[in-house]
């Protein structure tokens, strides 16, 4: 089992929504923070954050020199980072036919390359001590990609496919990652997504796209999940502790996250299965013979 002792977490994206979420719960469960924001003392949770004792660091995920704020975070936590979470990230929405090559290097830049960066500077200190947990929070679009979401979900597909082969190259190291799924919960992320600045081909107004973007627009403010909650749930199966103490010496890769969530991806492995066994009759039997 996980030690119940305090840890050092490293949270990026820590202005608003879910990385803000975590790191107050992380706090007023007597752990030590750094948060990043580009610009801390703007950022709404400033106040509150530091009055809980929390340590602010500036970061940019985009900067090829990133990985230099895990050396900070080092020093000013005197000597260890115990969890790295990957939270900073946006969504550019929209026909993938619109999207530039520019805001599609963009969006791969901050929602892969971002948490790739920071990975592999805390590595080395994580072997060190033989102990670590990297959290890379994707989303329910890194399973189940929609209509309107293509260049989001290519972002934490990938995510995902470097959390997977990751965990298996840390593990021997005792370093644990762990991809967090949310689904939509009631924080700024739909309210701030990215539109292709070219605008929507008419094309696809009354398409599946189209119609994708009207109800995520209507979504924003009327999200089923409750941030606190989903947070808790992350807190505790980082710590193994709470709702996942019975979780035992299972090192869980992926966390869906909200009822939405789960529903998308049980569809997803129902449709990947019926898809399996359409062809299995005929791709089974392609070795040289």
Not at 7 to 35: D, F, M, N, Q, R
Not at 264 to 273: C, G, I, P, S, T
């Amino acid at each position: 089992m996980a030690s119940l002792s305090p840890k050092v977490w490293l949270i990026t994206g820590c202005s608003t929504g879910l990385g803000a979420s975590l790191a107050i719960h992380a706090l007023k469960a007597g752990h030590t923070v750094i948060a990043t924001a580009r610009n801390p003392s703007s950022a709404p949770s400033y106040a509150q954050i530091t009055s809980l004792g929390g340590k602010w660091l500036p970061l940019d995920v985009n900067a090829p020199t990133a990985g230099d704020i895990v050396q900070e975070a080092v020093e000013l936590a005197r000597g260890r980072i115990d969890v790295l979470v990957n939270n900073a990230g946006y969504s550019i929405l929209g026909a993938m036919e619109d999207i530039s090559d520019e805001e599609a290097h963009a969006q791969l830049e901050t929602n892969f390359f971002g948490p790739l960066r920071l990975i592999r500077a805390v590595l080395p200190a994580m072997r060190e001590q033989n102990a670590g947990t990297i959290v890379n929070v994707s989303s329910v679009a890194g399973v189940d990609s929609l209509p309107s979401s293509s260049l989001y979900a290519a972002s934490k597909f990938a995510l995902e496919g470097m959390s997977e082969g990751l965990a298996r190259e840390v593990s021997p190291f005792g370093i644990r990652v762990l991809i967090v799924e949310p689904g939509a919960f009631r924080t700024q992320f739909l309210a701030s997504f990215q539109s292709p600045r070219s605008g929507m081909n008419a094309a696809y107004e009354n398409t599946p796209t189209g119609n994708t973007l009207k109800y995520l627009a209507g979504l924003d403010g009327t999200q089923r999940g409750d941030a606190e909650k989903g947070v808790s749930v992350i807190f505790d199966v980082v710590m193994k502790s709470g709702v996942a103490a019975g979780i035992g010496d299972r090192e869980v890769l992926r966390l869906p996250l909200g009822s939405d969530c789960v529903g998308r991806y049980e569809k997803k492995v129902e449709a990947m299965k019926a898809d399996l066994e359409a062809v299995r009759g005929f791709v089974t039997s392609l070795d040289i013979e």
